[in-house]
Antibody, heavy 122, light 110 residues
Framework: QVQLVESGGGVVQPGRSLRLSCAAS????????MHWVRQAPGKGLEWVAV????????YYGDSVKGRFTISRDTSKNTLYLQMNSLRAEDTAVYYC???????????????WGQGTMVTVSS | QTVVTQEPSFSVSPGGTVTLTCGLN?????????PTWYRQTPGQAPRILVY???TRSSGVPDRFSGSILGDKAALTITGAQADDECDYYC??????????FGGGTKLTVL
């Protein structure tokens, strides 16, 4: 079945780096744009980043621009989020999510992973 | 800075109808923003309900409907049930490769 599984979360000190992974299965990964969305404890959802289906474009939310990098490896059906210069306010559950339709789709995301927790603390 | 607005909380009686809205701090929401609605229960990932303003996702009962009401996107729930009690989020495509979520609405059914 269509599935996304995140990994790589954990506890990290402020200023350090962490890389999250999202393994996709059950669909043609290379056809879909992919997003990262996060949720701080007790807070709402925050869109983080998108990478187009072909990797040609990447966009970021203001709060992570310049610090986070989204990428994808089609050969491994895996999405990544490289997070540098981490701050306490980056503490959140990080979800990967698939664009609802293939190609360059501007709508919402239909398939979500279960999330991976990132805690930034000294 | 663009802010997507949602009612922080709402209450509905069992069997009743409630309309949640999704607006902008400046300007009107239209179909060009591809309004999408999600529900989320504690500890779970969000689940899509309605996309592209008014299309229900597969398996979503027709008690849930999306629309544009005035200058906002709206999610209407009819015949509210106890298990509709959860958080509801909208997300809008702002253009330029940027999406923004609303702050969410906590719906209580009582």
């Amino acid at each position: 079945q269509v599935q996304l599984v995140e990994s790589g979360g954990g506890v990290v000190q402020p200023g350090r780096s962490l890389r999250l992974s999202c393994a996709a299965s059950g669909f043609t990964f290379s056809n879909y744009g992919m997003h990262w969305v996060r949720q701080a404890p007790g807070k709402g959802l925050e869109w983080v980043a998108v990478i187009w289906f072909d990797g040609s474009d990447k966009y970021y939310g203001d709060s992570v621009k310049g610090r986070f990098t989204i990428s994808r490896d089609t050969s491994k059906n895996t999405l990544y989020l490289q997070m540098n210069s981490l701050r306490a306010e980056d503490t959140a559950v990080y979800y990967c999510a698939r664009a609802q339709y293939s190609g360059r789709y501007f709508g919402g995301f239909d398939i979500w992973g279960q999330g991976t927790m990132v805690t930034v603390s000294s | 800075q663009t802010v997507v607005t949602q009612e922080p909380s709402f209450s509905v009686s069992p069997g009743g109808t409630v309309t949640l809205t999704c607006g902008l701090n400046s300007g009107s929401v239209s179909t060009a923003y591809y309004p999408t609605w999600y529900r989320q229960t504690p500890g779970q990932a969000p689940r899509i309900l309605v996309y592209s303003t008014n299309t229900r996702s597969s398996g979503v009962p027709d008690r849930f409907s999306g629309s544009i009401l005035g200058d906002k996107a709206a999610l209407t729930i009819t015949g509210a049930q106890a298990d509709d009690e959860c958080d509801y989020y909208c997300v809008l495509y702002m253009g330029g490769g940027i999406w923004v979520f609303g702050g969410g609405t906590k719906l209580t059914v009582l």
